[in-house]
Structures are given as C-alpha cells and as structure tokens.
T-cell receptor, first 113, second 113 residues
Framework: AQTVTQSQPEMSVQEAETVTLSCTYDTSESDYYLFWYKQPPSRQMILVIRQEAYKQQNATENRFSVNFQKAAKSFSLKISDSQLGDAAMYFCAESNTGNQFYFGTGTSLTVIP | KAGVTQTPRYLIKTRGQQVTLSCSPISGHRSVSWYQQTPGQGLQFLFEYFSETQRNKGNFPGRFSGRQFSNSRSEMNVSTLELGDSALYLC????????????FGSGTRLTVV
C-alpha cells in the first residue's frame, strides 16, 4: 500500500526566512503524482504545488519550490521569503491513479514575526 | 467562479442516527472525492465518483455510502452513527481526475454525541 510520511509534526520560521518541509513516500508505481496542500484554520485544503513523477525538473510556484528525489522517494517543500499568511498545516500527498490521494500526517508551520 | 460548496458546515448528531452531507463541485468538474479527516487517523479516502459512477472506494465500513447526481453534485451518507465517526468530512472536485490536483471545499464538521 502507498504510504506518505511527514516526520516533522511542527516547524517554525522567522518571517522573510526560508523553511523546508520534509516528505517521503512509498509506492511501487513508476508513474505517479505528488502534491503539497496547505490547510489554514479556515479548513479548506489549498493546492500549493504539484509534481509529476516522470518529470525530472523540480516544480516551482512563486515562493514555493520542491526538491523531488525520485530514487530516494523524497519530496520536500521549500518556502522562501516566508510570510505570516504561510502559517498553516501542510500536507504532502501522493497519487498514482489521480483518483485516490494518500496524505501524510501533516506539518504545522508557524511563522514568527 | 464558485468553489466547492459543502453543506452544512457543522452538524451534531446522536449515536445511531444517520446523516447526509452534500457537496456541490466547481461548475464543469465531474470527479468528486470524499475524505475523512480526524486528529488520530489524518486524512483518509472514502470514495470517488465520476459521471455518477463510483470509481474508487476506500477502506470504510458499508455504513458509509455516497452517490453522485447527473449535475455532478454529490452526497455522502453515514448510517448508524458511532462516536468515532466524529470528523471533518472534506469534498474535493476535479475536471476529470485528480492528476492536476483536486479543489477542496471547507468541509462539514460532524460531531456525534
């Protein structure tokens, strides 16, 4: 079965600094998709960034970028120039079918002014 | 364009009762997924519908069921509620399948007393 592991239950970062959230996954599929979602107190899960496993180039969305290491099954999220609005729970997710996502247990990110 | 709408936002039910939760996907989206989120188990996949057909089902008892209507709106039903069913139930929609990432609603917070 597919599993996603986020080993950092909590992280904190100073405003304007950079933070990296870790994620590892386990799948036997060769083609799959990886995602980072953000869940603020409003409860709505917001897609931050996605990566297709067959693409070697790391995805980037403005201040958010990933370090995708396929052989190591690692998919970390880097947030640059952290802002107060980045404070939230961050979930890593994996899907090989696109229909069913497997989520990690989440990392709570605090941004310190 | 309107996002994914879930109703109601909060619900309190008594053990043994049944409950129906509703989800209206983004206009044009035909795939709808449901997830249960609890502090102990995290986010767990319930089921996914596409064009009124259930394509995938998670590992939940038969008390959990769902359906999708011709307008892509979806409902999930939980019968004979148990205390352990207390959770945030999240609905997500996508155009065809979630490879591009699902758009989530804000969830329905169900409390079973």
């Amino acid at each position: 079965a597919q599993t996603v592991t986020q080993s950092q239950p909590e992280m904190s970062v100073q405003e304007a600094e950079t933070v990296t959230l870790s994620c590892t996954y386990d799948t036997s599929e060769s083609d799959y998709y990886l995602f980072w979602y953000k869940q603020p107190p409003s409860r709505q899960m917001i897609l931050v960034i996605r990566q297709e496993a067959y693409k070697q180039q790391n995805a980037t969305e403005n201040r958010f970028s990933v370090n995708f290491q396929k052989a190591a099954k690692s998919f970390s999220l880097k947030i640059s120039d952290s802002q107060l609005g980045d404070a939230a729970m961050y979930f890593c997710a994996e899907s090989n079918t696109g229909n069913q996502f497997y989520f990690g247990t989440g990392t709570s990110l605090t941004v310190i002014p | 364009k309107a996002g994914v709408t879930q109703t109601p936002r909060y619900l309190i039910k008594t053990r043994g009762q049944q409950v129906t939760l509703s989800c209206s996907p983004i206009s044009g989206h035909r795939s709808v997924s449901w997830y249960q989120q609890t502090p102990g188990q995290g986010l767990q996949f319930l089921f996914e519908y596409f064009s009124e057909t259930q394509r995938n089902k998670g590992n939940f008892p038969g008390r959990f069921s769902g359906r999708q209507f011709s307008n892509s709106r979806s409902e999930m039903n939980v019968s004979t509620l148990e205390l352990g069913d207390s959770a945030l139930y999240l609905c997500a929609s996508s155009f065809r399948q979630g490879a591009l990432g699902y758009t989530f609603g804000s969830g329905t917070r169900l409390t079973v007393v």
